[in-house]
């Protein structure tokens, strides 16, 4: 079945409200996991929210919290998330950057004691529909071995790259330092699919492109191998640093991935001048679509470009949504 | 062979000297070059002196220039790097990123016109050294098809984290877009070995482990596959907008590459306090080197670990340099 984007935002907002979440934090979080959804991220918006519910019910998610500044210097806060919803403390503290940059030409603020903020890209679009450049990642329960390691150690601490373009069709990469995601692997093996490349190890210890055996195992494999697993361990580092907070193995020894770090960064480009090159913008993502493809026919994409698609899509024809999680939001 | 630590970086100063580079700015240039072959980055100390000297030949590194303050707001300055030598640069502008820190808690400095800084992660290494988390990164030359694409037109733009260790064995990643350098390829293709993991496409147009044959169509990977890919082209639009400086397109149409744009970031973990959470880092580190390895007998090393042994053997047994290399240099 398909449902509009208006009332996804509205059930959302209704089921939240029913948790204790005040309607103008609800409409935040609505707004953010529909958008998910809409522009084609199912796992963080729909495919989601039951869980955020269940978690505000478990203690995990404190629907009356709000964040507080607890350290600042110059262009830099810190800040406690004191467990209110993920989605709204990572927009407020993004809000804080972008008005820290609008004076400082940079701004950043790093935040403890956070919930998972859904989908990382949400912010870095943040950052560029107000003209900023967005940097900005969490870290994570532990769910991925370190290189060389055989138990989930490292986080897969989605990281997230975004820069304005004029109009309004921003670029984003939005990227975990794992290659797939267990839902992704999951989704695989439930449509009997083997993965595009190496996603991780099998029983036997052999790299593999079979989502099912690598879900058992949970030996996934970072991006670029090595690459990736130092990556996360030094995003992990930066974020628990900054934001004084719990590090990716202080969230392991929860009952469930809550009480997360995160950083989120924005960039005026205009540094104190009245624009910025936006040209150039244009001409990078030119060379880049006008690659010649590895395959005749396909096209060369830019990041972010896809969601846009898909967000024109879901909103002209609704929001794919499968009947079973509809009717168990529906029944919250 | 092999050479001390000390003599490398003399005669590097005397060759810089005989081409024009007054004295301090040739140490500069000598100790983060020799660092580099110190620490066991061979590629970008000793094997590529001689290339720097043929570019100041050429004209590509201006061995007088100084590079110059072109825009600034608050903590976000933007430098014009005048084609001067590209270590110094760096040093120059990480070096200025940290005296913004220490009073913003985040310093950034974007730098445009720049050459090639040699090992990125020297300049991670110099934030770190100065209680700071250095974040920075360079655009390249077009050496690396976008994903789904066949020719050579994003960078492998590395990318550098660092978190300092009180200890002094400091937590640095520094890593190219690219799985592989060229550099990684000739040599295992000279010694006739396989790469461990798949480094880029065959003449077939299949993924492939064979190092002379991704030498020569040049379809070299991206770490994670369309991931890494996103991540250059990001990284790329990023520092050639807030350098307002030249994008991996513009440096392809160069003779060679020179001409880069970099940004380095240095932020301050204490955040106004007095001291940050120096345990917490000890505690990542301690989680990430007790996992289980994959293969008996075999360590989980944190990234940079080995740098420190690397540097600890040469600084006692002498730096390994190949005779021919030496020679030539010595020649020059």
Redesign the interface.
Known sequence: MTVRYEELVNVFIEKLMKKGVDEKEAAICATLMAQNSLDGVYSHGVNRFARVIDYIDKGYIDPKARPEKI????????WDGKLALGPNNAAKAMDRAIEIAR????G?V?IRNTNHWMRGGSYGWQAVDNGM?G?CWTNTMPNM???????N??GNNP?V???PRENGEH?V?D?AMS?FSYGKLEMMALENKEL???GG?DEE?K?SRDPGSIFKTRRVL????W??S??S??????A???S?GN????VGTKKAEYGLSQVLIA???????DS??SA??E??IE??TS?????EG??????GQNSIRTRRKNLENGIPVVDSIWERILSL
């Open positions: 350290a600042a210097i110059g262009s830099f806060e810190r004076e400082q030409g940079i950043i790093a450049i940097i071995p370190a290189w060389g390691a055989k138990d150690r490292i990281f790259l975004a820069v670029v990469v990227t290659q595009p490349v190496y190890y210890g790299l970072p991006i670029g191998f690459k990736g130092g990556l361990i030094l995003l992990d580092l930066i628990s640093i900054l004084d590090c990716v193995s202080d960039i005026d480009p205009k540094c104190g001048k910025y090159n150039l913008v001409r990078i060379s880049v690659s010649i493809p590895s395959e396909h096209e060369v994409r830019y990041p």
